[in-house]
């Protein structure tokens, strides 16, 4: 390569770079969007947690966002605020749970408590006060 056809290609060539990395960081931002947003649950809601939160017969746990009006799963509104958590997919099928309390608590029909560790992002069973 000599040093004119350097000198003629090369801003050309750094206009191109650019371009593509901003297309590909604008495309990658545009997938975490979507995944942000999913439909409005799509099982039947079995019973109600914490305030604006449902958990649907598919095993899902979904969280209404009142500043964009949707629905998104617990752990796509955790991302919304900036926290990385994975409580789904839950420890047991949704038909088991008797009770939840909050995204983090929960009961099932045979007497089995689970916490949701934080620190640790999964889930333990912890017993229950008589074992």
């Given at each position: 390569m000599s040093r004119a056809w350097a000198r003629r290609f090369a801003p050309g060539m750094v206009a191109i770079?650019?371009?593509?990395m901003i297309l590909a960081?604008?495309?990658s931002r545009g997938d975490?969007?979507?995944a942000a947003v999913r439909p409005a649950p799509a099982g039947n809601v079995l019973l109600a947690w914490g305030v604006g939160g449902v958990l649907t017969d598919d095993g899902n746990l979904w969280q209404y966002r009142p500043e964009?009006?949707?629905w998104?799963?617990?752990?796509?509104?955790?991302?919304?605020?900036?926290?990385?958590?994975?409580v789904l997919p839950l420890?047991?099928?949704?038909?088991q749970i008797a009770?939840?309390?909050?995204?983090?608590?929960?009961v099932t029909r045979s007497g089995a408590c689970w916490i949701y560790?934080?620190?640790?992002?999964?889930?333990?069973r912890i017993g229950t006060p008589d074992s």
């Open positions: 770079l650019a371009a593509a960081f604008a495309l975490q969007a979507r964009s009006r949707k998104v799963t617990v752990d796509q509104s955790f991302a919304l605020d900036g926290e990385r958590r994975k420890p047991v099928s949704a038909n009770q939840m309390q909050g995204f983090g608590f929960l560790d934080l620190d640790k992002n999964q889930w333990q």
